[in-house]
């Protein structure tokens, strides 16, 4: 069992940037993929980013250059750092963990229910 906490939520003006955190415990951090996933008010989920245990990351289309997902195999700890953020990310964030050590296999990117294990979820409220 993997136990995911998120912390780093919280609010912003447009433009300006917030970093989330999420710690696991309960698995061999190595070994895990990670992502993020969010839900905006009224809407689905969707997922932002995510990070193969051996390092690679994927990134949605629309929110590639303004976001880097990464982590600290070391700290079992997870960051999304969201840079000139824009009222539409406002959002509760999810980190999201499953098992997944086979380096010629990922899951597919966006599928959800390749996750096993999520967070309670994190908001973000950015302001116009």
């Known amino acids: 069992q993997v136990q995911l906490v998120e912390s780093g939520g919280g609010s912003v003006q447009a433009g300006g940037s917030l970093r989330l955190s999420c710690s696991a415990s309960g698995y061999t951090y190595s070994s895990l993929c990670l992502g993020w996933f969010r839900q905006a008010p009224g809407k689905g989920r969707e997922a932002v980013a995510d990070?193969?245990?051996?390092?690679?990351?994927r990134y949605a289309d629309l929110l590639q250059g303004r976001i880097t997902i990464s982590k600290d195999n070391a700290k079992n700890t997870l960051y999304l750092q969201m840079n000139n953020l824009k009222p539409e990310d406002s959002a509760v964030y999810y980190c999201v963990a499953s098992l997944c050590d086979d380096e010629n296999y990922w899951f597919p990117f966006g599928r959800e229910e390749f996750y096993k294990y999520w967070g309670q979820g994190a908001h973000v409220t950015v302001s116009s």
């Open positions: 990070v193969h245990s051996r390092g690679a990351t």
